[in-house]
């Protein structure tokens, strides 16, 4: 069978598994599942169809550890671990993995070095071992590595004008202007030029030392995956807690501008947030969804969108990282309209402060709130990804088992507790880019 019909034959397979995870009955059966190299992994078995999905997290590597004049170091190893491993060159190496129909992703954030992999169960052994290779041995050859250079010098100078990259870049530098989350996963094209196979030996190095963190989904046993992890991740398994990193304080500021000859202005706005693991995160769930979550019956979409036609789009969302807390909006419009835009929302922030938020707000959210986790969690892949994501997020291995029921007994009164003390314009920030009037 050829790759390209290998390829066609495994969407096939994930589109059918994605039809039937939504017809089965939630929660799922979850599990923790120990290697004798002591990874701890959660799996959700299932063996409808012949496909394996991992997802995993190595915490303490993201580009917050990238060092002051190579920011966007993790972002460019994560790029180069697909570029050749061991004997295999990059061309050889992505055609071990074409042969089997694997995929394999590196991606950084602020906090860790993430990754997926995704094989047929009857490959697994191979993909796991190409995956392994990845890790611990890169080859970093120098061909490989200024064609990388060359892709992401493109992709950061197109980012240069863009003015919601701009106004994101603009927010984070001035929101934490003394810790690394000031700066941008990507880096800089400055940064970019200075990275050496050196740096990238260094990074790779350090992988060993981070906090593993891995979930798993689809048609593997628990013993099966015991093995799988300890042929994919060497001595990276190890339980390790990452290196303390200094606690992110988010600074106020006044409205920062970036100016780029644009019609419109992008604009990001946040302030700090509440820890998923204080009795305050679900019902600042329950408020970000009336607020700017809930797409068209949001506040900040009706008052903006609706009411005064002031922009196309806004959408809030909780962001949390390990070592801050965050609520974070976005929103584009035109110039001239930038400083109303502004104002609407603080004044639709003001009234949630004041705890002005209605009983029926309250039940419309939790009912939407209740749906959202099972329905999110329809595949494989988004299986695994969600049990990786509530595992970074220090929360139990019961939390999507208990999801319904914790979103139910939300109190009211706790909502609006939450309200009253979470939100304040005194600490809401703008970033933006364009030109905006009045600003």
Not at 216 to 238: C, M, P
């Amino acid at each position: 069978m050829s790759a390209r019909a290998k390829k066609a034959f495994k969407v096939l397979w994930v589109t059918a598994f994605m039809f039937m995870q939504t017809h089965h009955a939630f929660p799922l059966d979850i599990r923790t599942v120990t290697s004798s190299s002591g990874a701890l992994a959660w799996l959700a078995e299932s063996h409808h169809l012949p496909i394996i999905v991992v997802d995993f997290a190595l915490v303490g590597v993201g580009s917050a550890s990238d060092p002051d004049d190579k920011q966007g170091l993790a972002n460019f190893a994560a790029q180069m671990f697909l570029e050749g491993a061991g004997y295999f060159d990059a061309k050889t190496f992505q055609e071990q993995l074409a042969d089997i129909g694997a995929t394999i992703t590196f991606a950084a954030d602020r906090d860790a070095l993430v990754g997926r992999l995704e094989v047929a169960r009857e490959h697994r052994n191979r993909a796991f071992d190409l995956l392994r290779l990845a890790l611990s041995q890169p080859r970093f050859d120098l061909d490989a590595i200024e064609r990388i250079r060359i892709k992401r010098d493109a992709e950061l100078a197109r980012l240069d004008n863009d003015p919601a990259y701009a106004a994101s870049r603009a927010w984070w530098k001035a929101a934490f202007p003394d810790h690394p989350y000031g700066n941008l996963p990507l880096g800089s094209r400055e940064a970019n030029g200075r990275i050496v196979a050196a740096d990238l030996r260094h990074f790779q190095s350090r992988l060993s030392n981070a906090k593993f963190v891995v979930a798993a989904a689809g048609d593997v046993s628990a013993a099966e995956l015991s093995d799988l992890l300890d042929r994919g991740f060497q001595d990276g398994a190890k339980h390790r807690e990452p290196d303390h990193l200094v606690k992110a304080e988010h600074r106020t500021f006044a409205p920062v501008v970036v100016r780029l000859p644009f019609p419109q202005s992008a604009c990001v706005f946040g302030q700090p947030g509440v820890s998923p693991t204080s009795a305050d995160y679900l019902p600042l769930l329950v408020l970000n969804h009336i607020l700017g979550g809930g797409a068209l019956t949001s506040r900040l979409f009706v008052e903006l969108r609706e009411r005064k036609g002031l922009v196309y789009s806004i959408r809030t969302a909780a962001e949390t990282l390990l070592q801050a807390d965050l609520l974070i909006g976005r929103f584009a419009t035109e110039n001239a309209k930038t400083k109303t835009a502004i104002e609407t929302v603080q004044a639709v922030w003001r009234r949630a402060a004041q705890g002005d938020i209605s009983d029926e707000e309250i039940a419309a959210a939790k009912s939407y709130l209740k749906d959202m986790l099972p329905v999110s969690m329809d595949g494989t892949s988004a299986i695994s990804a969600k049990l990786l994501a509530v595992q970074r997020m220090a929360q139990g291995i019961d939390y999507i088992q208990q999801w319904r029921n914790r979103i139910e007994s939300i109190e009211p009164d706790l909502v609006r507790h939450t309200a009253k003390t979470t939100f304040s314009t005194d600490v809401l920030t703008f970033a933006i880019a364009g030109e905006p009037e009045g600003l």
